[in-house]
């Protein structure tokens, strides 16, 4: 199986490149934002509470975003691989995939990185806002607060695959087609 961890900093590029990757690998793409998504438009009890964090730019609590990858791992047994995009954000998230996948004999090839500045992030994250009407993009003070969770919560998970060898950073400004090669060239290494 190919189990990738696209990773990066809000506005990186990781659900734009996973559209493409999806289709090059044939894998699986679970996006933890996404599903949250989902379930704040079927106005579940889940979603309604996911949705307060959201908004503020906060992290959702680990046990229910490892509940939800949980159910899509049992739920696409056949799959030839998954990315993973925006999850693990923490490394108690970390830990717990690498233990969701060793009871299926499984294991995650690598981590690759986008690297953008703040600056291209807040851009590209406003302008997506003013499209979309995603309520997290819409000013940027939630932005900000979601790039300082990002640095105190999520950047350590890096090191968690730094310390097993899987991990790879690449340039993420650049052409989606130039940034999706420099991916490529990493993934056909694994
Ligand atoms: P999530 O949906 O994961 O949002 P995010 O990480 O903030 O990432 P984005 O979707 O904003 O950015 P992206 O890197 O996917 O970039 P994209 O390709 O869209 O999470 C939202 C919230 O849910 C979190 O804040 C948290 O509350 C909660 N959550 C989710 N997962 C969680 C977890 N595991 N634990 C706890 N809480 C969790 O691109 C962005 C824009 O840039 C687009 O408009 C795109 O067109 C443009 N763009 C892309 N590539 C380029 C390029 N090369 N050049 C110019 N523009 C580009």
Known sequence: MLNLVLFGPPGAGKGTQSEKLIDKYKLIHLSTGDILRSEISLGTELGLEAKKLMDQGLLVPDEV?????????????????????????????????????????????????LVVNDEELEKRLLNRGKASGRPDDANPEIIRKRIVEYNSKTAPVANYYKDQNKFTSINGIGTVDEIFSSICTVVDTF
């Open 65 to 113: 975003v490892i509940g939800m990858i949980s159910n899509k791992l049992d739920s696409n047994k056949d799959a030839n691989g998954f990315i993973f995009d925006g999850f693990p954000r923490t490394v108690a998230q970390a830990e717990a995939l690498d233990s969701l996948l060793v009871t299926k004999s499984s294991s995650i090839s690598g981590m690759i990185a």
